[in-house]
């Protein structure tokens, strides 16, 4: 038997006692439930509502007569007001104060999101203009090398790290391959330098700039495997964002894609330091900032 973690997974056939009894031409619900919905009662409680499959269920016995007086009493409206559906089931949701149909409330409940969406843009343009105005910024990217896991299933510790950062202007300021085992290590990135060449050759490049990265977990792996007492501060879950940004979160509000279900589709990373300058740029020259803020 089903049991659906929500309404919107619900199909449009399955529906509850009560949903039953309110349809045009009322049926009534089978012995058994065809399926479950988890929901929450009036006062908020989490209760498992039963679901009957209203193909299955047979009618009332309410007459012809009948149904058309009660409808003749009702106050209850069926037809969409926006796209004029006639509607089975009683229009009991409403939004923006008019009673709509599954579909069109959907789609009004999109725009809403959509709408926001295009608030949450305009912040990330002034966000993005600023980080690349900051003088001396890189952008950066931290990768580890993992062997992955033993023969056992347990997880080795990471060989290596990957560094590369450009600068605003796209030129390179560093692209090394630091070995974070010893040199008699069983596993190990023949390609590696050792970590007393690479450690002031990182240092040398970022201890000063301000530092964007796609995600402050790179940032927070350049501190702990390239110590320097000067790094940006992490404190209780939060960096000094003066010194390193994450870009992620922006570039999922710009890009302001929401999906049917009314949620924002996480952006990609662009891959490397030179593609997510790219990417910066294009967001901080996008002028549609002032069409929202005007």
Known sequence: MNIYDGWWQVPDYMLSATQLGELEFPRVPTESPSAWVNSRDWAGRKVEFPL??????????????????????SHSVRVCTDCGARCQRILSGKVGGRPLCPACQSVVRLRQEQTKA???????????????????????????I????????????????QVSAVDTTGKPLLGVLVSLVGPRARIREPEAIAREEGVPMVHSVLLDRPMVA??????????????????PRHSWGIWDFERATQVKGFSTAWRGQVDTNRRLIDSLPPGTPDRLLLHLQRIAADQTEGDHLA
């Open 52 to 73: 009957y499959n209203s193909r299955l269920c047979p009618p009332t016995k309410a007459t012809a007569g009948m149904i058309a007086a009660t409808a003749a009493r």
């Open 118 to 144: 295009s608030a949450d843009r305009a912040e990330a343009i002034i966000k993005c203009r600023e980080m690349l105005a900051r003088p001396g910024t890189a952008v950066v990217q931290v990768q580890t």
């Open 146 to 161: 993992n062997p992955g896991l033993t023969r056992a299933g347990t997880a080795r510790p990471n060989t290596a790290v």
């Open 214 to 231: 796609w995600d402050l977990g790179e940032v927070r792996t350049l501190v702990e495997e390239f110590s320097h007492p000067s790094w």
